[in-house]
């Protein structure tokens, strides 16, 4: 699914559109109340063009809702944000409308000269060319969001949100979709925020690594090893032991 940015909103949220020379997206001093619940409190983040960036946080964390605030999808919250061009999400679910064969479902509502063309050029990018007349309900777990990821993509987004999209996936097939979006990300380059409960996930995959608690950024690492990346390397064994203690969770519990 994709989202034309900046887009209308209802005050006292700002949407500014970003300078060429800005980070891809910014937030700045965001809120977000669910009736007398406070999820948000004033978070403040930038992702830069070209960077990848993963999202832990213990579940109701406010995690999704950071993202849907980006994707321009809940316009209740407060706050500055800035996105610059187009943001394009794929979800834990591939969303994929059922009566729609799969080349039309990455074509839907795709502005282009030729949709068509442009949707096909995205399935062979992502390996399903073969399968572009093929229904939704025939495609496996991987295939279903090798076809999400296409949809996202040939919007040639900016800003690509992913919203825990390997989570469903067994460990096998993970491991491909894992190779996929980096060799996706390399060639495309759009700044990513990954939204995940994966420690090994964020490790292995970003730049930098965001715990968000208490409804703030509460823990940032970066990370410049160079990708594949071998969840043994030290300085990754390290860092998840890092992230686990800011998650709350205990060595026993990892076992």
Same mark, same amino acid.
């Given at each position: 699914m994709a989202t034309e940015l900046p887009v209308t909103l209802t005050p006292p949220r700002t949407v500014i559109p970003l300078r060429?020379? /800005?980070?891809?997206? !910014? $937030?700045?001093?965001?809120? +977000?109340?669910?009736?007398?619940?406070?999820?948000?409190?004033? $978070? &403040? *983040?930038?992702?830069?063009?070209?960077?990848?960036?993963?999202l832990l946080g213990r579940s109701g964390s406010g995690k999704s809702t950071l993202l849907r605030v980006l994707a321009g999808l809940d316009p209740g919250a407060e706050?500055?944000?800035?996105?610059?061009?187009? !943001?394009?999400? !794929?979800?834990?679910?591939?969303? *994929?409308?059922?009566?729609?064969?799969?080349?039309?479902?990455?074509?839907?509502?795709?502005? !282009?000269? &030729?949709?068509? /063309?442009?949707? *096909?050029?995205?399935l062979e990018e992502v390996g399903l060319g073969a399968l572009r007349d093929a229904w939704p309900l025939t495609l496996s777990g991987g295939e279903a969001q090798r076809a999400s990821l296409a949809r996202a993509l040939v919007r040639e987004p900016g800003l690509l949100l992913l919203d825990e999209p390997f989570s469903a996936l067994d460990a096998l097939t993970r491991i491909t979709i894992h190779r996929l979006v980096l060799d996706l990300w390399a060639r495309h380059r759009p700044g990513i925020l990954l939204v995940t409960h994966d420690v090994d996930e964020a490790v292995l995959l970003a730049d930098r690594v965001l715990v968000l608690?208490?409804? /703030?950024?509460?823990?940032?690492?970066?990370?410049? *090893?160079?990708?594949?990346?071998? +969840?043994?390397h030290p300085e990754l064994i390290a860092l998840r032991s890092t992230l686990l203690d800011r998650l709350g969770v205990t060595p026993e519990e990892t076992a």
């Open positions: 060429a020379a /800005a980070p891809v997206a !910014a $937030v700045r001093g965001l809120t +977000r109340d669910f009736g007398e619940r406070r999820v948000l409190d004033g $978070v &403040d *983040l930038e992702i830069g063009r070209g960077e990848f960036v993963a706050g500055e944000v800035e996105v610059g061009g187009t !943001a394009a999400v !794929a979800f834990q679910e591939p969303r *994929l409308v059922p009566w729609k064969r799969v080349l039309a479902n990455v074509a839907l509502g795709l502005r !282009a000269p &030729d949709p068509r /063309a442009a949707a *096909l050029a995205a608690d208490g409804g /703030a950024i509460a823990h940032e690492s970066g990370i410049e *090893l160079p990708r594949p990346r071998h +969840r043994d």
